[in-house]
């Protein structure tokens, strides 16, 4: 026989035994050892005292199904850094990005007739604001970072 045919010969028995039911039950099987897990004691929520004591002076009792508690454990993020002051160009440049097409579109609302200098003011102010964001943007790192941008094994 080629390998070719045994192959085809052991696909012919994947096909042919696809419809057959299991011969033996899944709960007949053994269970594997590797698969036992060690059986951990409950959780116990241990409350401050202060918290008793508040508990005592509003005449509630010592009963944990009444009153959920929060859980401790939760993860609070440091509050985020202050944005940076922007300096008047680049002011300048994000006014002129909104305000060009602002323009446009409220005195397309409003029915103005707009002149060409208008216009052009309009799309130069947006083409020019877009430019100098840009521009200001840079593509290299920062330079306070020194030569090896803080990598380290």
């Known amino acids: 026989m080629t390998p070719q045919s045994d192959e085809d010969e052991v696909w012919r028995q ?17 269970w594997p050892d ?5 059986v951990e ?3 116990r929520v241990v409350r ?12 509630a009792d010592d009963d944990d199904d009444e009153k959920p508690h929060e859980d401790d454990d939760h993860y609070v993020p440091p509050p985020p850094p202050p944005l940076p002051k922007l300096d008047l160009p680049a002011k300048l440049a994000w006014v002129a990005l909104f305000g060009g097409p602002a323009y ?5 609302i409003a029915d103005w007739h707009m002149e060409g200098w208008a216009l052009f003011t309009a799309v130069a102010a947006f083409i020019g ?4 964001l840009v521009v200001r943007m840079g593509d290299g790192p920062s330079g306070d970072s020194g030569w090896d941008d803080g990598a380290r094994l």
């Open 104 to 108: 446009l579109l409220i005195a397309a």
């Open 41 to 43: 004691p409950g959780r």
């Open 14 to 30: 994947i096909v042919a035994s696809f419809n057959d039911t299991a011969e033996r039950d899944s709960a007949d099987q053994p």
């Open 48 to 59: 401050p005292p202060e918290e008793f004591a508040e508990d005592d002076e509003h005449g």
């Open 34 to 38: 590797s698969e036992n897990v060690p």
């Open 129 to 132: 604001g877009f430019v100098a």
